[in-house]
């Protein structure tokens, strides 16, 4: 399948957009990462745009205490793909991934 063929303002404006959208995860990472807010916060927040389309094992990573290693670990626990966004998840993995990160 072909690429669409974009117009000079197209393109420009989608890569603004992409950006604008990079920052917004950026800083649902270091809220995260800071305490502001809570992975079950973000869960509930998963039908957002910005939310829904980060990557779980990213949001994972931003808690304090939970590297590579142990993020890992807890997907594969809790039954949650490697590469799965946040609005991908059904109830039970949230749920597993919750009552995980709790204990």
């Given amino acids: ?3 669409p063929v974009m117009t000079v303002e197209q393109r420009a404006k989608a890569l603004a957009k992409a950006a ?3 920052t917004a ?5 270091a809220e995260v990462a800071s305490g502001a807010v809570s992975v079950a916060e973000v ?7 910005v939310v829904g389309r980060a990557r779980v094992v990213q949001v994972l990573r931003a808690v304090p205490g939970y590297g590579p290693a142990r993020v890992a ?4 626990v809790c039954g949650v793909a490697e590469k799965q966004r946040v609005g ?3 109830e039970q993995q949230c ?9």
């Fill in 1 to 3: 399948m072909a690429l």
């Fill in 20 to 22: 604008e959208a990079r």
């Fill in 25 to 29: 995860r950026r800083a649902l990472l």
């Fill in 43 to 49: 869960f509930e927040r998963s039908g957002q745009d």
């Fill in 73 to 76: 670990a807890l997907m594969a």
């Fill in 88 to 90: 991908a998840l059904n």
């Fill in 95 to 103: 749920e597993r991934l919750l009552r995980a990160l709790t204990s």
